[in-house]
């Protein structure tokens, strides 16, 4: 018998590593389920006997807490301890069983079974790409700097708390690419044109805009009750940058709703940006 909507129900993300993937999987599948109530547990490292035993005991006495069993995403690649992991009381889903077989089966090859492969720094040139991607994003994010901008790939532009920052960095991190980010003050907006600073790397640019009742709840919760966050201000804010934008021809986005994956993503399918790995 299904249960209610309004249960809380306990969801591990069980791993040998960090666990990354376990968690992209698993919060995936579960945002097709709305109204369910999930409390998320991230179990990394998982990579002996003891730490294996000591999962399973939390995962029961969190099924026994619920009233209802848990669910536990799993991308364990140790069988030893996968066998221990399926022991709890729980809804076992492992990931790698469920395609690792088919794979085999279609390649004519076995695994290798080795631990951490999913996010391995064996790649030295990728990895020194993505640390090189994230130092250059930090020192060109909020405008503190506009000389590395021939470096970019993209430069971000809009009002303050609009997205700019978490986008660049998940830009880096995810794909390599170079990204600075510039915030549209109140003066650059006044003037309702471009920065003179932004205009040399015009076809570099990409707008993030975002509703206004969002951008003062989030400023409100940053500065509440402040000119920053008032309702006119954020107003004002928003409809000027979009006519720069418009008047530059500066392709943008709306950040309202898309999560900061979608945004990166959208910014990469727009422009035609090579990701570097």
Known sequence: ???????????????????????????????????????????????????????????????????????????????????????????????????????????????????????????????????????????????????????????????SRSGKTPTCLYLALQYGVFAANYPLTEDDLKRGQLPEALLPYRNKLYGLTIDPERLQQIRHHRRPNSHYSSSNQVRYEVRQAEDVFRAAGVPCMNTTLPSIEEIATTVLHQTGIKRRF
Request: aromatic share 8%.
């Open 1 to 159: 018998m299904p249960t209610p909507p309004e249960k809380q129900r306990t969801v591990f993300f069980v791993s040998d590593r960090t666990g990354i993937t376990a968690e992209a999987l698993g919060r995936s599948l579960m945002s097709q389920f709305d109204g369910a109530a999930f409390r998320q547990v991230t179990l990394p490292f998982i990579s002996d006997v003891d730490k294996a035993n000591a999962a399973v005991a939390r995962i029961n006495a969190a099924g026994r807490a619920d009233g209802v069993r848990p669910i536990v995403f799993s991308t364990i690649v140790d069988d030893a301890m996968r066998v221990i992991i399926q022991r709890s009381q729980a809804l076992y889903l492992d990931f790698f069983a469920a395609f690792i077989g088919p794979l085999e089966n279609e390649l004519g090859v076995k695994s290798s079974h080795t631990v951490g492969r999913a996010h391995a720094s064996a790649d030295n040139a990728a990895y020194i790409q993505r640390i090189e991607a994230v130092n250059f994003a930090l020192a060109n994010d909020d405008g503190v700097s506009t000389r590395n901008y021939p470096k970019a790939d993209v430069i971000l532009a809009g009002v």
